[in-house]
C-alpha cells in the first residue's frame, strides 16, 4: 500500500530545502513519506548537480561589503554565477549578503574555513552554495573575499551597484575620508597604495620601455635619462593610490588629502566582478533559455 503524501508534508519540505512543489512531492513519493530520508536524497541529488556544473565558468555575480558598527572591521567577497539574470535573483542576492555578514563576524582566513563557516540557519556556507546550484541552475563559485580589523584604526567601505566594492584601513577612524577614499579607489583602480609597494622588476621594466621610447627622439644621453625619470614618475603617480589626483578635487592627490585630515591609508582592497575572468558571450534570449532548459 503506497503512502498518501499530503499538502502539508509538501509544503514542509518546500519551507525545509526550498526546492519547488513537484520536485518535494517526488521526493516525499520515492522515500514513502519519511521526511528526513527524503531530505537527505534531495541533498545528495543536489550534490551530484553541483558537481557537474563545477567546471562552468562563473563569470557574473555580485560583491558583498560589510562594516561593523563601531567601524573596526570591514568584509568584502566575490560570489559568482554564471549569468546576470542569476545574479539578480533574490536567492543568490541574499545569499551573497549572509556570507558577508557571516564574513565580518568570524575568524576565518582560508577559503577551507569560508566554505566551512555556519550561517544563521546552521548550515554550511557550501552547503547554502551547493543548494543553490541545484535550485538556480548555476555554477556558482566564492572567488576571493578579505577582511581588515583594526583595534587602533578605523575601517570604511563602498559598493558600485554589486559590481564594484572597496574596503579600506586607515591609521585613524573618519567615517567621510574612509568612503571618499574608498569611492576614489573604485573609480580610478589604483594597484597598490604607496610607490614602494610596487616591485622593482614593474619598475625597471617600464623604465626599459620608456627608454626605448626615448631614444627614438634622437637626444642626448643625459636629456633621455631625465625624460625616462619623468616617466617613471608619471607612471608611479598613475598606479598608487597615494599618487593619484583626487577624483572629488584633482588639485590634491589621496595622499596629500589624507594627510590634511591627519590621516594615512593603511591597505585597501577592491574587488570587480568578472576581472581576469574570460567570458562566454550570451546573448539574453540564451540566456533564458539556458534557465529554462535547467542547464
Do not use: W
Not at 37 to 57: F, P, Q, T, Y
Not at 72 to 83: H, L, P, R, S
Not at 154 to 179: M, R, S
Amino acid at each position: 500500500m503506497s503512502m498518501t503524501i499530503s499538502a502539508g508534508m509538501v509544503k514542509e519540505l518546500r519551507e525545509r530545502t526550498a526546492s519547488g512543489m513537484m520536485e518535494c512531492k517526488k521526493a516525499l513519493v520515492e522515500a514513502e513519506g519519511d521526511m528526513e530520508l527524503a531530505i537527505e536524497n534531495m541533498r545528495k541529488a543536489g550534490l551530484a548537480k553541483a558537481d557537474k556544473k563545477s567546471g562552468r565558468i562563473a563569470a557574473e555575480g555580485i560583491i558583498g561589503v560589510q562594516v561593523s558598527d563601531n567601524g573596526k572591521a570591514v568584509a568584502i567577497v566575490d560570489i559568482n554565477c554564471e549569468t546576470d539574470f542569476v545574479a539578480k535573483a533574490d536567492d543568490f542576492v541574499n545569499f551573497v549578503k549572509s556570507v558577508s555578514v557571516a564574513l565580518l563576524n568570524a575568524d576565518i582566513e582560508t577559503e577551507e574555513q569560508l566554505l566551512a563557516m555556519p550561517l544563521e540557519d546552521g548550515i554550511t556556507v557550501d552547503e547554502m552554495r551547493r543548494g543553490l546550484i541545484s535550485k538556480l541552475g548555476e555554477n556558482i563559485t566564492i572567488r576571493r573575499f578579505e577582511k581588515y580589523h583594526t583595534p587602533e584604526g578605523g575601517t570604511a567601505c563602498y559598493l558600485h551597484g554589486n559590481k564594484i566594492g572597496v574596503i579600506v584601513e586607515l591609521a585613524v577612524a573618519d567615517v567621510e575620508l574612509g568612503k571618499d577614499v574608498a569611492m576614489h579607489i573604485a573609480a580610478s583602480k589604483p594597484v597598490c597604495v604607496s610607490e614602494d609597494q610596487v616591485s622593482p622588476e614593474t619598475i625597471e621594466k617600464e623604465k626599459e620601455i620608456f627608454a626605448a621610447q626615448a631614444a627614438e627622439s634622437g637626444k642626448p644621453a643625459d636629456i633621455i635619462e631625465k625624460m625616462v625619470l619623468g616617466r617613471v614618475s608619471k607612471f608611479l603617480a598613475e598606479v598608487t593610490l597615494l599618487g593619484q589626483p583626487f577624483i572629488k578635487d584633482d588639485k590634491i592627490t589621496v595622499g596629500k588629502l589624507a594627510a590634511s585630515k591627519g590621516n594615512r591609508v593603511i591597505r585597501f582592497s577592491r574587488f570587480e566582478v568578472g576581472e581576469g575572468i574570460e567570458k562566454k558571450e550570451e546573448n539574453f534570449a540564451e540566456e533564458v533559455m539556458a534557465q529554462v532548459r535547467g542547464n
